[in-house]
């Protein structure tokens, strides 16, 4: 924020939301001197309309002297977010839900055979005679690769606790 206010000095207002996580909890909205509602909330509006997260969005106004009203000002803020959402590329990342596994490294090929076909991405690995491999299956795909690693014979595999 402060690179936002160094950057538009004269500016009067620096109104912003943000959403971070998956869960729907952890947020802020800042009307910044405006009347309350009319500017934080309209920004959240419309990151929450395209379920978008882990995001901000700071709207710099500068006062021209026009009293825009409480309507004008919900207006103005919620089109420049829309619009900043519009030309901004938004990057799409999987839901990663992180295992636990162990295993005989004669059995290496197999689990990564599974961990490849099913988008994972491999946290931290020992490979030794006796293996430990920590992985991130994508949750969408949770069910199917579970049940393709619960195919290979001998193999430990426990949810990681957050």
């Known amino acids: 924020?402060?690179?936002?206010?160094?950057?538009?000095?004269k500016a009067s207002h620096y109104c912003f939301?943000?959403?971070?996580?998956l869960d729907n909890n952890?947020?802020?909205?800042?009307?910044?001197?405006?009347p309350s509602g009319s500017a934080g909330r309209p920004i959240?509006?419309?990151i929450d309309s395209r379920g978008v997260t882990d995001i901000l969005i700071v709207v710099v106004r500068y006062f021209g002297g026009t009293l825009l009203g409480v309507p004008g000002l919900i207006n103005a803020y919620k089109?420049?977010?829309?619009?900043?959402l519009?030309?901004?590329p938004l990057i799409r990342k999987p839901?990663?839900?992180?295992?636990?596994?162990q295993f005989d490294y004669t059995q290496m090929n197999d689990i990564m055979t599974a961990v490849k076909q099913f988008d994972c991405e491999v946290l931290k690995?020992?490979?030794?005679?006796?293996?430990?491999?920590?992985?991130?299956?994508p949750q969408y795909r949770l069910t199917e690769t579970l049940m393709k690693l619960g195919d290979i014979r001998d193999i430990s595999i426990q949810p990681i606790q957050k």
């Open 44 to 46: 959240l509006g419309q």
């Open 79 to 84: 089109s420049a977010a829309a619009m900043a």
């Open 86 to 88: 519009q030309v901004t």
């Open 95 to 101: 839901v990663l839900v992180p295992y636990h596994l």
């Open 17 to 21: 939301a943000y959403r971070l996580g």
């Open 125 to 137: 690995q020992e490979l030794q005679l006796f293996c430990i491999m920590d992985i991130a299956i």
């Open 26 to 34: 952890q947020y802020r909205v800042s009307d910044d001197g405006e």
């Open 1 to 9: 924020m402060l690179d936002v206010k160094k950057e538009y000095p």
